[in-house]
């Protein structure tokens, strides 16, 4: 008889912890992820040195495909328009309506940002593959927004919203 009470209550222990799984899951989809950080498209922020470490951010999903929910200035992971299958992380320069001084390769000097677009770049201007190689990229794309570094511990201080790339590369008031 106790063997049957210690079936029951772990069938409903097991039971429970499944239960939770879909929920893991859908958080995990749509409200936030650990995402590893690898490359070095975006130092100093991210990834500051070649010593084997790599940064692990928390990602923020819950409403970034809405444009209005993306600033200049935050860190994003995307989906490359080239190929779905690579997921860059760059740094929000230029947004919906905003004109942007691009560099080279692209082939104009000056971009507007398209609606539900943005414009991103690599705080790393000599290693990065952003907007000035594919344009602007719709928001669509973005997985989402990296607003702590998780891990090592020792960079828990890192501020994310602080941009090291280029500085303010906006053209107010033009309209190209």
Same mark, same amino acid.
């Given at each position: 008889?106790?063997?049957?009470?210690?079936? !029951?209550?772990?069938?409903?222990?097991?039971?429970?912890?499944?239960?939770?799984?879909?929920?893991?899951?859908?958080?995990?989809?749509?409200?936030?992820?650990?995402?590893?950080?690898?490359?070095?498209?975006?130092r100093p922020t991210l990834n500051p040195s070649?010593?084997?470490?790599?940064?692990?951010?928390?990602?923020?999903?819950?409403?970034?495909?809405?444009?209005?929910?993306?600033?200049?200035?935050?860190?994003?992971?995307?989906?490359?328009?080239?190929?779905?299958?690579?997921?860059?992380?760059? !740094?929000?320069?230029?947004?919906?309506?905003?004109?942007? !001084?691009?560099?080279?390769?692209y082939p104009r000097g000056l971009v507007t940002?398209?609606?539900?677009?943005?414009?991103?770049?690599?705080?790393?201007?000599?290693?990065?593959?952003?907007?000035?190689?594919?344009?602007?990229?719709?928001?669509?794309?973005?997985?989402?927004?990296?607003?702590?570094?998780?891990?090592?511990?020792? !960079?828990?201080?890192?501020?994310?919203?602080?941009?090291?790339?280029?500085?303010?590369?906006?053209?107010?008031?033009?309209?190209?």
């Open positions: 008889m106790r063997k049957l009470g210690g079936l !029951r209550l772990s069938l409903k222990t097991t039971l429970v912890a499944v239960s939770w799984i879909p929920v893991a899951v859908t958080f995990n989809e749509n409200v936030c992820y650990v995402a590893k950080i690898e490359g070095r498209s975006m070649d010593n084997g470490h790599t940064d692990w951010v928390l990602l923020w999903k819950w409403g970034v495909k809405n444009p209005t929910n993306i600033r200049h200035n935050d860190v994003v992971l995307f989906k490359s328009p080239s190929n779905p299958e690579k997921v860059y992380c760059k !740094r929000v320069k230029g947004v919906q309506h905003d004109t942007i !001084r691009t560099r080279h390769p940002i398209p609606r539900s677009h943005i414009w991103v770049e690599g705080d790393n201007a000599f290693h990065t593959t952003d907007s000035n190689d594919f344009g602007p990229i719709s928001t669509g794309l973005v997985l989402g927004k990296a607003v702590a570094v998780v891990w090592p511990p020792s !960079r828990w201080d890192t501020k994310l919203d602080q941009s090291v790339g280029r500085g303010d590369i906006s053209v107010r008031g033009l309209e190209i």
